[in-house]
């Protein structure tokens, strides 16, 4: 007997006729001897609804009144689940976050799982039953609903799967597994068969929207296993699980871009100790999230330049928030907001060398520049010409022999 | 400062701008200095979607999930009506069934309210904070969530009233109050300023359907003060009340009617003991609600007519059910499928005789034949001719003096 936790997205339960097919996925699990719990979104548009009908009301709607009107999509699909799957002959019963509890902590909209309660839920499996919970929600302490964040259903799948060890972690989507790119953009994109932890965290973290990044780090730190796999089809999807069960014959795993990207550059930056915080300071405390952060030697040990990359919609705020800041000195002040940033992402990369120098030569050969270099143990992340990303990432695709 | 429940419907709170309408009337009451706790039902429309969307799964959905599907409506509501109130600088706070708790028993989809905790709400509405509360459910003593019954909003006000012991609840509605007969159907209707209890109950349970019957019999009990209004007018609405604080200046308070109703005679019944038990149980066992009885006395004591009325759609199941029932004689079963109750409530009925008569020459005036007649205290209602019945009211709203 496997025990499971099957994770079914928004758009799998979508409308009735989809939480019918979902059933028959638990129901082909559970024919299969499985114990099974069961976690659901909520129905694709309803958060959508609920978030716009708190914006028509009020642009500062209270958050604590924010999450219970949020959690009450889940709520809806829960018992529609349930229902279903009773509809098919099968044991099964709802669990709100309160009852079981799903304990929370931190603020309103923003909280996070810290533990969960077995002792119902594990009786209900022992009688052969199914448990069916709502991701994205849990409990204070104070017994008040909280939500975790936009996809914290994946969190939630993840959670459980932790605390109430279970063999693996089922996530049902609406695409068939992680892809090497972005499939709507490069047809020649193809399904990974298996993938480490790191690699998908790279990759989420990076605009592949398949999973939430932290419920990948939750999975990777208790050694889950997962398995991203399509609601509407019978593939196999793509197994996320440690490296040592990976064979990287391939040294790049996948390619991922972002578009909505802009690059700043102060020329002439004081070289000396403390001056990258103090332009960073008053970024960070207006929220604004600073990715790539490039800065050259100085070529006479007294001046250099500082390149960093933001979000683009926080570019002219940024601009303002540096012209403003009078405790830093510089030549001149430069952005370009139509960058887009392109990543490879291979855990073959830590005992492969060059992988850079190819990237360059690919690109090179495009005549493609490259305005900004950043790497890590398992990433290589470029900024080029917004309009240059979709011939750069079919030729990367191509060089690392993905097609 | 006056303790107030208000209570909006689904149509009160149907649209976000009609909640922020609903917002205003409480901020009204609030600046006004009164202590309050905020009712809602779900959005108008919600309840009946969540309802199609359990079917479209299965015809035999199961109860319990059903209950839990169903709270998630006014779940809703209470966090879009507190972030209202919050936008419009009120301190407000929603409450769950389960946090205050509602305490219930019965059946899935059809519990009542047995206890309500105290508490914590009135600790809040001590520091000047109004309580919003989800109408319509509650938790059983296993902290299962139950639901009421459809309607099952005002009952939830009432209980709270009760509990609470607030001086007055108010129902608002998407009507000005209770009116004299159909205000759609007649034109002439006038909106009743004052009711008793009584009175109300009689035209509830007779199609008024504008509170439910048994959330008028629980403040009918504890002498609340009802306070029936519209939310989308000024006007003053209907105050129900004790009998002893309406002045009977009219004998007849209003006239109610019912058109899908049937009527099944059994011609030459024996005239025993025991002989209508023999005829009701397998119909009551059928779930069929029998309404109007009418024996007459047999001239010769041994054989009688029995008529009794039945929803419409009851009627086919009814006949078969008394064609097979072999425990009973009869010479002739005759039904008429056509046909409406018209009946006239009035507390003045009791001290006035001849108000039966006055009723049956109205109607002889206007030629309508009287197919059966049942009377109580404050009620008469006669079945006749569907064809007959805006003819019926509208003589019986003038002779009366309703218009």
């Known amino acids: 007997m496997t025990k499971k936790i099957l994770k079914f997205g928004g758009t799998s339960v979508g409308s009735i006729e989809r939480i019918r097919h979902a059933a028959k996925i638990v129901q082909k699990e559970f024919n299969d001897g499985n114990s099974l719990i069961v976690v659901v979104s909520a129905m ?49 019963k709802s669990w709100l976050s309160w009852q079981i509890p799903i304990l929370t902590q931190g603020e309103p909209t923003n909280s996070r799982i810290i533990n969960i309660g077995t002792e119902k839920i594990n009786e209900y499996l022992k009688k052969g039953g199914v448990a069916v919970v709502p991701g994205f929600q849990g409990v204070s302490e104070t017994f008040n609903l909280k939500t975790i964040g936009r996809g914290g259903s994946d969190a939630t799948a993840v959670a459980i799967a932790k605390i109430f060890n279970m063999d693996c972690c089922e996530i049902y989507t609406d695409v068939d597994g992680v892809f090497s790119t972005d499939p709507n953009k490069i047809p020649v994109a193809k399904k990974i068969d298996k993938i480490s932890y790191e690699e998908m965290l790279e990759l989420s973290s990076l605009g592949a929207k398949v999973m939430q990044p932290s419920a990948v780090q939750t999975a990777m730190m208790y050694k889950i296993p997962l398995h991203v796999k399509s609601t509407f089809s019978e593939r196999e999807g793509t197994r996320i699980f440690s490296e040592e069960n990976i064979d990287y014959s391939k040294v790049v795993t996948g390619v991922a871009y972002s578009k909505d990207e802009a690059k ?31 800065q050259n030697v100085s070529s006479d040990g007294k001046k250099t330049d500082l390149t960093f990359t933001i979000k683009r919609n926080d570019l002219s705020k940024s601009l303002e928030i540096i012209k403003k800041n ?14 887009s940033k392109i990543s490879a992402v291979g855990a073959g990369m830590i ?11 690919a690109l090179a050969e495009e005549k493609i520049n490259i305005l900004a270099i950043s790497t890590s143990e398992i990433k290589i992340s470029l900024i080029i010409d917004e309009s240059n990303t979709v011939r750069a990432i079919k030729k990367l695709h191509k060089s690392f022999k993905l097609d």
């Open 44 to 92: 694709a548009g309803r958060t959508n609804d609920l978030l716009k009908k708190s914006y028509e009301i009020s642009q500062n709607f209270d958050k604590k009144e924010l999450d219970i009107l949020l959690s009450s999509g889940e709520m809806e699909t829960i018992a529609l689940m349930t229902g279903a799957l009773n509809n098919l002959g099968i044991k099964a």
């Open 264 to 294: 700043i550059t102060l020329q002439g930056v004081e070289d000396k100790p403390g001056v990258a915080a103090e332009i960073f300071e008053p970024l960070s405390k207006n929220q604004i999230n600073i990715d790539m952060v490039i």
């Open 326 to 339: 009078k405790k830093i000195n510089y030549m001149s002040l430069s952005h370009n907001e139509k960058v």
């Open 351 to 361: 005992t492969t060398p060059g992988v850079t120098y190819e990237m360059f030569r």
